[in-house]
């Protein structure tokens, strides 16, 4: 709204025209009136809000990230997944926009209804399957004729990938994604109605030498039921409402009591010069700086933690804990 306010100097040069006769106050009153018309295309209806748009993008960021991680380790090769654009389109128009032929994962994710497709660009499609099957990552398009083992190949790649976007969906909505068909040719393929609005999630995508695109296509119906947790309201609730797990706490407490350190007692330290320790022989005596009648410290890892008193147990060396050190002491000493 800031573009429609006049400045000053605006507003003085329109009530000096208004004056002059230069201007028509009553052809500005008429042009006030009259309707402003602006076109709305039904067909690109916007079915979710910015906000509801900018939760979808995070979800699918933390995608890339997991996805990046997963297909270095899979293609023993530089991967770089990122996302481009989120928009809401039409089916149809998503369709037109992508090859005739090309890689299409389709995957259910229950609870939710409908179904989501995975689109991998043929470029990064075959630059996978080939260092899948030892090569450099070099594409060569060949989907209109693939083999059996290729596409079984291929079609394991990306299935063990949605697990995923199970864990980039976790914050939201728990889903058990499952890959149902792999198609190679879009006039196969009517997951919805043409003019049915979806959110189409485009991601940049590097392999080695060779980039591409991977487009995930979201049908309105899918979201619908999980819509209302797509708010940033949502995400703050969730985050203040997230309560510790009994269980996971239980869990994590015996793991750390299991956990295994270092544990030395300290009886003394000198200086000496490179000269003494050099003449240094048997039945030589070092003076440290520890009196006998003061408790020596314990330490846990490299830290000060208790006083203690030496002595023995079953004839092995052992201490007695007299005293625990608080930090403020250690830090006094110090």
Request: aromatic share 6%; hydrophobic share 40%; with cysteine.
């Amino acid at each position: 709204m800031a573009e429609d306010i006049l400045s000053q100097s605006e507003i003085d040069s329109l009530l000096s025209a208004i004056s002059t006769g230069e201007m028509d106050a009553e052809e500005l009153r008429n042009d006030k009136e009259k309707k402003r018309v602006r076109v709305y295309d039904f067909k690109r209806a916007l079915r979710f809000s910015k906000d509801q748009i900018r939760s979808l993008a995070r979800i699918h960021e933390n995608f890339a990230r997991l996805l990046t991680t997963y297909f270095s380790a899979q293609l023993r090769a530089y991967v770089n997944i990122s996302v481009a654009s989120v928009d809401q389109l039409p089916y149809e128009e998503f369709i037109r926009s992508i090859p005739s032929m090309t890689i299409l994962n389709i995957f259910s994710v229950q609870p939710l209804e409908s179904r989501i497709l995975l689109e991998a660009n043929p470029n990064i499609a075959y630059a996978m399957l080939d260092r899948v099957l030892g090569g450099r990552g070099e594409s060569v398009n060949k989907v209109e004729n693939l083999t059996e083992i290729e596409t079984t190949l291929m079609s394991k790649l990306f299935e063990r990938a949605l697990g995923n976007y199970q864990e980039a969906w976790g914050s939201i909505v728990e889903i058990e994604p499952v890959l149902e068909e792999f198609e190679v040719n879009t006039q196969f393929l009517q997951m919805v109605s043409p003019n049915e609005t979806v959110v189409v999630v485009s991601l940049n995508t590097t392999i080695g030498e060779t980039s591409g695109m991977l487009n995930i296509c979201i049908p309105q119906v899918v979201l619908e039921p999980i819509v209302p947790n797509l708010s940033v309201h949502y995400w703050m609730q969730q985050k203040q409402l997230k309560e510790r797990d009994p269980k996971e706490y239980q869990a994590l407490t015996k793991t750390v009591e299991k956990t295994k350190v270092d544990v030395s007692a300290e009886l003394g330290n000198t200086d000496i010069s490179i000269d003494e320790f050099l003449h240094l022989k048997k039945g030589d005596t070092i003076q440290l700086n520890q009196p006998v009648d003061k408790p020596l410290q314990l330490k846990v890892g490299r830290e000060d933690k208790f006083l203690v008193q030496p002595g023995k147990v079953k004839n092995k060396i052992a201490v007695q804990v007299l005293e625990t050190l608080e930090r403020e002491e250690k830090d006094d000493e110090g």
